[in-house]
């Protein structure tokens, strides 16, 4: 259990999953719920917009037509930050040069999608039942086996999901190294779009924050003897329930020990899985249900269209034996909201010079997050 001391004295916690440390200040937030107080806000989105990119039947920025589709729809982004083709680049490198030693670049491809979640343009996640979640949890794992290296140990796993309902989607023409899923909920968190959708990045590197997180999941399985650190972590948390949300059978849920944002969240397997194609149905229904509850209890904590960005870190798609094994699947909610619907945290001066800094501590948000289950309050208005 964490020491009540820690709740008065500036302090630092290590985040074990990225080897580095954050400053928690809980002495100058003493009284974090006397802040502004703001009305419940509605949901004044129609159900259909015929101006949206992304609702049934509409067209696209590039003249793409959407399909009337009743669940998840993909498509390769409009506006992919990677590209599959594009032209080649070889950095002339000379032998004991600076530039050589201090200027370093390397070209990146792939391929990025957008995922609707629903055809309705004015829910969110939490406004959908886990029933409703689940065929997006079937779209990500479709995708992730659509580009999975046929040589991976994960190749030979064949989930029991529905097909995806597209067939204009291929291969790619490449072996990507890595992909990336991930949400960004509101216009806060550079949303362009407030129809329910998602991404998919595939790149051909291993980008920096999956990157150290697999360097720490190694190291400790090497030095605690093929144990899993998550595992591990997940079997505390649950045990200690000072930081837990919420849990089922398959997933705990709650604030990190070493949480950066006031009200983050994030969502381990209990048992060791690698990636979305570990999981059988019932796993994937409890990691629906973990979606719903979370994403309902943000709304509910300052009765508000939570924003947050959320991103799932699981195997590489094209990695060594050692890096599949080590990886554990986990889900990253990381919301910018501190005290009400329109008070956010921003990390600036020392954030940003030093090291990242939290005052409200992980233990008494969880407590507060803990306490905002139940009915979403739209459905209350």
Same mark, same amino acid.
């Given at each position: 259990?964490?020491?009540?001391?820690?709740?008065?004295?500036?302090?630092?916690?290590?985040?074990?999953?990225?080897?580095?440390?954050?400053?928690?200040?809980?002495?100058?937030?003493?009284?974090?719920?006397?802040?502004?107080?703001?009305?419940?806000?509605?949901?004044?989105?129609?159900?259909?917009?015929?101006?949206?990119?992304?609702?049934?039947?509409?067209?696209?920025?590039?003249?793409?037509?959407?399909?009337?589709?009743?669940?998840?729809?993909?498509?390769? *982004?409009?506006?992919?930050?990677?590209?599959?083709?594009? &032209?080649?680049?070889? #950095? %002339?490198?000379?032998?004991?040069? @600076? =530039?050589?030693?201090?200027?370093?670049?390397?070209?990146?491809?792939?391929?990025?999608?957008?995922?609707?979640?629903?055809?309705?343009?004015?829910?969110?996640?939490?406004?959908?039942?886990?029933?409703?979640?689940?065929?997006?949890?079937?779209?990500?794992?479709?995708?992730?086996?659509?580009?999975?290296?046929?040589?991976?140990?994960?190749?030979?796993?064949?989930?029991?999901?529905?097909?995806?309902?597209?067939?204009?989607?291929?291969?790619?023409?490449?072996?990507?190294?890595?992909?990336?899923?991930?949400?960004?909920?509101?216009?806060?968190?550079?949303?362009? *779009?407030?129809?329910?959708?998602?991404?998919?990045?595939? &790149?051909?590197?291993? #980008? %920096?924050?999956?990157?150290?997180? @697999? =360097?720490?999941?190694?190291?400790?399985?090497?030095?605690?003897?093929?144990?899993?650190?998550?595992?591990?972590?997940?079997?505390?948390?649950?045990?200690?329930?000072?930081?837990?949300?919420?849990?089922?059978?398959?997933?705990?849920?709650?604030?990190?020990?070493?949480?950066?944002?006031?009200?983050?969240?994030?969502?381990?397997?209990?048992?060791?899985?690698?990636?979305?194609?570990?999981?059988?149905?019932?796993?994937?229904?409890?990691?629906?249900?973990?979606?719903?509850?979370?994403?309902?209890?943000?709304?509910?904590?300052?009765?508000?269209?939570?924003?947050?960005?959320?991103?799932?870190?699981?195997?590489?798609?094209?990695?060594?034996?050692?890096?599949?094994?080590?990886?554990?699947?986990?889900?990253?909610?990381?919301?910018?909201?501190?005290?009400?619907?329109?008070?956010?945290?921003?990390?600036?001066?020392?954030?940003?010079?030093?090291?990242?800094?939290?005052?409200?501590?992980?233990?008494?948000?969880?407590?507060?997050?803990?306490?905002?289950?139940?009915?979403?309050?739209?459905?209350?208005?």
């Amino acid at each position: 259990m964490s020491e009540p001391i820690l709740n008065d004295i500036s302090h630092r916690r290590f985040n074990l999953l990225r080897g580095s440390w954050v400053l928690v200040s809980p002495h100058r937030n003493k009284r974090p719920w006397q802040g502004l107080q703001e009305s419940p806000s509605k949901t004044t989105l129609p159900e259909y917009d015929p101006e949206c990119y992304l609702c049934p039947s509409n067209i696209r920025a590039q003249g793409q037509q959407n399909p009337k589709f009743d669940r998840t729809f993909v498509f390769v *982004n409009d506006f992919s930050a990677v590209k599959e083709d594009q &032209t080649e680049y070889h #950095p %002339e490198r000379k032998e004991g040069s @600076l =530039a050589t030693r201090l200027l370093q670049a390397e070209s990146v491809t792939g391929k990025c999608y957008v995922i609707t979640f629903s055809p309705s343009h004015h829910v969110t996640l939490a406004d959908m039942t886990p029933a409703q979640i689940l065929p997006i949890i079937e779209t990500w794992t479709n995708m992730y086996m659509l580009h999975l290296n046929p040589k991976s140990p994960l190749a030979s796993l064949a989930p029991n999901v529905p097909p995806l309902a597209q067939t204009d989607l291929t291969k790619p023409n490449a072996q990507y190294r890595y992909m990336q899923i991930f949400e960004n909920k509101g216009t806060t968190m550079g949303c362009s *779009n407030p129809h329910p959708h998602g991404q998919v990045w595939t &790149t051909t590197s291993l #980008p %920096e924050e999956p990157s150290l997180e @697999l =360097a720490q999941l190694k190291k400790y399985k090497r030095e605690q003897n093929g144990s899993h650190l998550l595992v591990d972590y997940a079997a505390l948390e649950s045990k200690e329930k000072e930081r837990t949300v919420f849990e089922n059978r398959s997933f705990w849920a709650g604030v990190p020990y070493w949480a950066v944002w006031p009200f983050e969240i994030m969502i381990v397997s209990k048992q060791h899985k690698r990636a979305l194609v570990d999981f059988d149905e019932k796993e994937r229904e409890e990691l629906a249900e973990a979606f719903s509850d979370i994403t309902t209890r943000y709304d509910n904590l300052f009765e508000t269209q939570f924003p947050y960005s959320m991103g799932i870190h699981q195997a590489p798609l094209d990695g060594t034996e050692e890096e599949i094994e080590a990886s554990h699947f986990h889900i990253h909610f990381y919301p910018p909201l501190l005290r009400s619907a329109s008070v956010r945290k921003y990390q600036v001066g020392y954030e940003m010079l030093a090291e990242p800094q939290r005052d409200i501590t992980p233990e008494q948000a969880a407590e507060r997050l803990r306490g905002c289950g139940g009915e979403l309050y739209r459905k209350k208005l």
